[in-house]
């Protein structure tokens, strides 16, 4: 069906859409800690993206061992306090998924508009109306 | 840490980001099938997507099953032969789940021009340069 099969092999593949920054709960997490470089604290970040205290920690875990976030135990008064912050390298990583992800966007609205004009000027009924 | 508690509270939850539709493989067959309302063959989307045919048949199943795709087995000439589209439904979820992709993107450049300009005003090293 596609014009040029050569060209058009892993079109629609996004390897640079990396499981590690696109789950949807990782995201909101490295979406909230972008504008924070000096950091959030574990109870706030919990908060802020409506995690678990035991959710948020397995993601933070994922995130840590990929050297995106870095994770600072210490004491606020006596209570123990933990403090997420992205690395540098986590923040180069992000705003590369992200350039991915408006890709993504931009292919999705050029392939409506196509689909749209094919709709148009189809002869024969097609499958979809939407 | 943020200015105001009960506005932010889930502030980066996302939840319009579905897993069904946000899974990596499965957000790059819903962008190929996008532009075809007839439908694409399983070989040519396994191509486009850059999938083997037992990933691309286990993540067509999920979508399937969510009424998102209709998957037709037939016939060309004496070979079968599978085509795949989006349903009604598989349309409007996912030009759904793009507008919340776009959040997500407004707010990561929201977040990094905020980020960028306390970075400017803050008196204290802050922990990550990038």
Not at 15 to 22: P, Y
Not at 23 to 37: N, Q, S, W, Y
Request: hydrophobic share 40%; charged share 30%.
């Amino acid at each position: 069906m596609p014009e040029n099969e050569a060209e058009d092999a892993g079109r629609f593949a996004y390897e640079g859409l990396d499981r590690v920054l696109h789950e949807k709960a990782r995201l909101g997490i490295l979406t909230a800690l972008v504008t924070h470089p000096a950091g959030v604290s574990f109870s706030d970040l919990a908060r802020l993206c409506d995690l678990t205290d035991g959710n948020l920690s397995r993601h933070l875990d994922v995130l840590a061992k990929a050297n995106l976030v870095k994770i600072t135990k210490g004491f606020e008064g006596r209570r123990p306090h933990t403090t997420c912050a992205l690395t540098p390298i986590g923040r180069k990583r992000f705003r590369e998924y992200l350039v991915q992800l408006e890709k993504v966007l931009r292919d999705a609205a050029a392939q409506e508009d196509a689909a749209d004009e094919a709709a148009k000027t189809r002869t024969r009924p097609g499958l979809a109306g939407a």
